[in-house]
């Protein structure tokens, strides 16, 4: 382990415990590579394993790839994780097809999607009040279209991201994704 972050990432999968293992494996396969901050989780198999859990259940739930990779980048900009938002800032281009100028709005909790701009704006609005949203932001994401079984899910995304975020910002993980540059002021 020779990064610099405060927990280091394993430098293999063979050196992570052997729990962590066959998660990592199976990142591996997903992604052709291991992502540190997979390599920083697997410190606990445990935290490793719910992580994974919860994120391949949302990946087969209603709330499509685009939509997700959004919301992580607006909850990324939010906490001020820098990995994160240089992890969904690649993936948002790469595997949801975002442009520049939509990564740039999702990280301002904006979308030029009107329906994914109201989705934007509620998951903001959970992370801002700890999940003390109002009457109001309930009604605006429902006027979007969005059902019961979709707000729970776009809550379930806040809180995966609040996880990555904090693990990351706790640990100081090396980013090994491309930096975005800064989105120019709105």
């Known amino acids: 382990m020779n990064d610099t972050s405060r927990i280091p990432a394993f430098p293999s999968i063979e050196a992570a415990p052997a729990a962590s293992r066959p998660l990592l494996d199976a990142v591996h396969a997903a992604f052709g590579a291991v992502p540190n901050l997979f390599r920083v989780a697997a410190h606990s198999p445990a935290a490793l394993e719910g992580l994974l859990g919860l994120h391949g259940a949302l990946g087969k739930g209603a709330i499509d790839a685009a939509t997700r990779e959004r919301v992580a980048l607006a909850i990324a900009e939010y906490d001020g994780c820098r990995y994160c938002l240089a992890a969904h800032a690649w993936l948002g281009a790469r595997l949801a097809g975002l442009d ?16 994914a701009d109201a989705a934007l704006r509620f998951a903001r609005r959970v992370a801002e009040t700890r999940g003390h949203v ?53």
């Open 134 to 186: 109002g009457p109001g932001d309930l009604a605006a994401v429902r006027e979007a279209g969005y059902g019961d079984g979709e707000l729970v899910e776009l809550v379930a995304l806040v809180a995966l991201n609040v996880l990555t975020n904090y693990l990351n910002e706790v640990a100081q993980t090396d980013i090994d994704f491309p930096v975005p540059a800064e989105p120019a002021a709105a």
């Open 100 to 115: 520049a100028d939509e990564i740039a709005q999702n990280r301002r909790g904006r979308s030029h999607d009107l329906r």
